[in-house]
C-alpha cells in the first residue's frame, strides 16, 4: 500500500505523483501532509508593464499597456526557452516580491494599464495566483490575457476560462516527438486545451517560434497552419516568431528571414487570414485587411506607428476585423 500522504496533483498533464514535502517536476507545488500548496502564490519574479504587442496580441487593445507578472516554475522544460533562468528555476532561486492580488490589481490600475497579462513563465504553475488576481481585475474592469504553454487538464482549464479574455498560445510543433524530445511533454493535450479555450469563447492567437532543422519543414508549418484554420477558424492569429540561440540549444543558428517568410506564406495558402512574423523587423509585423490588403496597422518592433481599425472595422473598405478593439 501507498503511504496516506500521498497525492497527485491533476493541474498538468505530467499527473506528478508526489510523498509529504516532494515538489513536483514544475518546481512550485508541493505535498505538505497530504495537501497540495503552491510555493509561490503572491510572489512574483517579474513585473513589468509592458506595450500588449509583445505578449504577442496584435488583435487586442492595440497600443495599450499590459501589467505583466509570473512566477518561477514551468509545466514543460523546453531546451529553447528564452526566459529558462526563472521558467526552470525553483521560487527559492528567483528574486521574488511580495504582491497579493489585491495589491497587483491596485497597482495596474495605478498605471493605466488595461490588461494584466499572466506571462513570462507559465501561468498554469501559479493557478491559485491567477485565477484570484483574475477575478478581482474582472470586477475592477481589467481585462485578463495569458501567455501559456496550454499545458493543462480540461477541468482546471474550464475553471479558469470564466475571468480569462485571451490567450495567446504557444504551439511548439504538430509533431509529438518534439514535444517528447525537446520539450519535455506531450502535444495531444496542448491541442485539447486549445479547443477548450476556443469553446469557452477566449480570444485566441498563437505562437510558433520557428527553431532551425527542429520545427521548419514547410510540411511542419502546413500542418500547424491548417490545424489552426480548421481547428480554431481562419480569423485566428497565427505568429511565427524567430528563434536565437539559447539555453540549451546555443548550438543552431537564429531562424534565416526567408524561412519566417515562407512560413507566413504557407499560413495564408493554408487558409489563415492574420498571419504574423515575429522578433524580427519584417513586414509581417503589420496587420493587412484580408479584403482590400491595405495596412490597417502598421507596427515597428512592439509598437504601433499607425492605425487603421476603426469599431473593429478596416478604415479603408470596412471590413470586420475580429478581435478586441474596445
Keep these: 500500500m501507498g503511504s496516506p500522504l500521498r497525492v497527485r496533483c ?8 508526489l510523498g509529504d514535502y516532494q515538489v513536483g517536476a514544475c518546481r512550485v507545488r508541493m505535498n505538505k501532509g497530504g495537501r497540495l500548496y503552491s510555493l509561490v502564490y503572491g510572489k512574483p519574479c517579474s513585473v513589468n508593464v509592458d506595450p500588449i504587442e509583445k505578449k504577442p496580441f496584435f488583435h487586442m487593445l492595440p497600443a495599450t499597456t499590459a501589467f505583466s507578472v509570473a512566477t518561477a516554475g514551468c509545466t514543460l522544460s523546453c531546451k529553447f526557452c528564452q526566459n529558462w533562468q526563472i521558467s526552470q528555476a525553483r521560487p527559492e532561486e528567483t528574486d521574488n516580491s511580495e504582491l497579493p492580488p489585491e495589491k497587483l490589481v491596485e497597482l495596474a490600475r495605478g498605471q493605466g494599464c488595461r490588461t494584466i497579462a499572466y506571462t513570462y513563465t507559465e501561468p498554469t504553475v501559479f493557478y491559485e495566483y491567477m485565477f484570484d488576481t483574475a477575478r478581482l481585475a474582472r470586477a475592477a474592469g481589467i481585462k485578463n490575457t495569458m501567455h501559456t504553454c496550454g499545458y493543462i487538464n480540461p477541468a ?3 475553471g479558469l476560462t470564466p475571468y480569462i479574455d485571451a490567450a495567446n498560445v ?18 495531444a493535450p496542448v491541442l485539447a486545451a486549445l479547443k477548450i479555450m476556443r469553446q469557452e469563447g477566449l480570444w485566441i492567437e498563437v505562437t510558433n517560434l520557428v527553431i532551425p532543422s527542429l520545427n521548419d519543414s514547410p510540411d511542419n508549418i502546413a500542418r500547424l497552419a491548417g490545424w489552426v484554420a480548421k481547428e480554431l477558424g481562419p480569423d485566428t492569429p497565427v505568429h511565427f516568431s524567430r528563434f536565437f540561440p539559447l539555453y540549451k540549444l546555443t548550438n543552431l543558428p537564429p531562424t534565416p528571414p526567408d524561412t519566417l517568410t515562407r512560413a507566413r506564406e504557407i499560413g495564408f495558402r493554408e487558409g489563415l487570414r492574420f498571419v504574423y512574423v515575429g522578433n524580427i523587423s519584417h513586414e509581417g509585423e503589420s496587420t493587412f485587411c484580408p479584403k482590400c490588403n491595405k495596412m490597417i496597422i502598421e507596427r515597428q ?9 476603426e469599431g473593429g472595422r478596416c478604415g479603408f473598405c470596412g471590413e470586420k476585423i475580429p478581435g478586441i478593439w474596445s
Design 170 to 187: 504557444d504551439l511548439k510543433s504538430m509533431d509529438a516527438s518534439f514535444y517528447e524530445d525537446v520539450c519535455g511533454g506531450k502535444l
Design 156 to 158: 482546471p482549464l474550464k
Design 10 to 17: 491533476e493541474l498538468c498533464p505530467a499527473y506528478c505523483e
Design 301 to 309: 518592433g512592439y509598437f504601433v506607428r499607425q492605425m487603421r481599425v
